[in-house]
């Protein structure tokens, strides 16, 4: 097989504790696949108060494979990962986090699959190592609603660590640029060749995970409202069910009155019914506001990022 290009898109926030050794063991990988392909590294940087931006400017002014697109403000990962596969124009794009959670020694594998005519390879997490016990359990609860709600079928452990073919890179470069991008479930859904290859996320090189309880419950939302309808139907059945249990208490209480003259008793739970009612109709219009704002979202057609600073030797 000739030699083909390769990118490597890794978004980086908050990194500088660990930028350095990741690079390192990146750059020794692709040092060693030169007789298979000529590669390029793009780092997509939210920024933040650290000096994470001036260490990967040193990086890049090392390497001359090496380029970072600065973030004006903090667009998320999501984001940091389109931004890099807007900016390649490469024959395989390999997404990574620069964490060392997913190790770059896995990417000749990848690209093996690659070689065998595999449009997307996806790793899939075995094992967190020293992953708490309720984040492990909030993870396996996540995926297995949204795959019971969803009709796209999304691997469970699947992390934003891939590889994507040129035709599947264009495919997002032109056709798919909505606002909140759940890559988990849109790689699946876009479809092509694709298989999975088995990993261990090893423990964080340095400091602290970057993603917090509330942005991984919004990662969790966005992809729920983006793959499935389900909660709003789920809104009509339970509204039906309550108006039928309303429906037979009006039935009950004519009845009685029409029997004995008088009302029944069951004030109490009478209100525990209109108490419970309005919890879940209060929770469903919460659901109903989702999937509003996401529609939102759409109609500003704001830019999904914003590039401050581009940095290349």
């Known amino acids: 097989m000739s030699l083909y290009s390769l990118t490597v898109v890794c978004p980086v926030f908050r990194e500088a504790e660990s930028i350095d050794r990741f690079h390192q063991r990146l750059t020794s990988v692709l040092d060693g696949m030169?007789?298979?392909c000529t590669s390029s590294v793009i780092y997509a940087i939210d920024p933040s108060n650290d000096d994470t931006v001036d260490k990967v400017r040193e990086l890049v002014l090392a390497d001359c494979r090496t380029t970072a697109l600065v973030m004006s403000n903090r667009f998320g990962h999501q984001m940091a990962l389109l931004a890099g596969i807007d900016a390649s124009d490469?024959?395989?794009v390999i997404m990574l986090d620069s964490d060392l959670q997913h190790p770059p020694e896995l990417l000749p594998d990848l690209l093996e699959k690659f070689e065998e005519g595999f449009d997307v390879v996806q790793t899939v997490r075995t094992k967190t190592e020293r992953q708490g016990f309720l984040q492990r359990g909030l993870s396996r609860g996540f995926y297995r609603i949204l795959n019971t709600l969803s009709d796209t079928e999304i691997v469970?452990?699947?992390a934003d660590f891939r590889l994507l073919s040129r035709r599947v890179v264009e495919v997002f470069q032109r056709d798919i640029r909505e606002r909140n991008q759940f890559l988990r479930g849109l790689i699946p859904w876009v479809g092509f060749r694709s298989c999975t290859i088995e990993f261990v996320a090893h423990e964080r090189h340095a400091g602290k995970s970057n993603y917090s309880v509330a942005r991984s419950i919004r990662l969790a939302s966005d992809g729920l409202v983006s793959?499935?309808?389900?909660?709003?139907?789920?809104?009509i059945t339970v509204g039906l069910s309550f108006a039928a249990v309303a429906f037979v208490?009006?039935?009950?209480?004519a009845v009685v009155w029409l029997t004995n003259g008088s009302s029944p008793s069951g004030w109490t739970s009478l209100a525990m019914l209109v108490a419970g009612f309005s919890g879940v109709l209060l929770a469903f219009m919460g659901v109903l506001g989702l999937y509003i704002g996401a529609?939102?979202?759409e109609v500003k057609a704001r830019p999904h990022y914003i590039i401050a600073e581009r940095i290349s030797r």
């Open 34 to 36: 030169t007789d298979r």
């Open 90 to 92: 490469a024959d395989a």
């Open 156 to 158: 469970r452990g699947g």
């Open 227 to 235: 793959f499935s309808k389900a909660p709003l139907r789920l809104g």
């Open 249 to 253: 208490y009006a039935f009950i209480t």
């Open 295 to 297: 529609i939102f979202d």
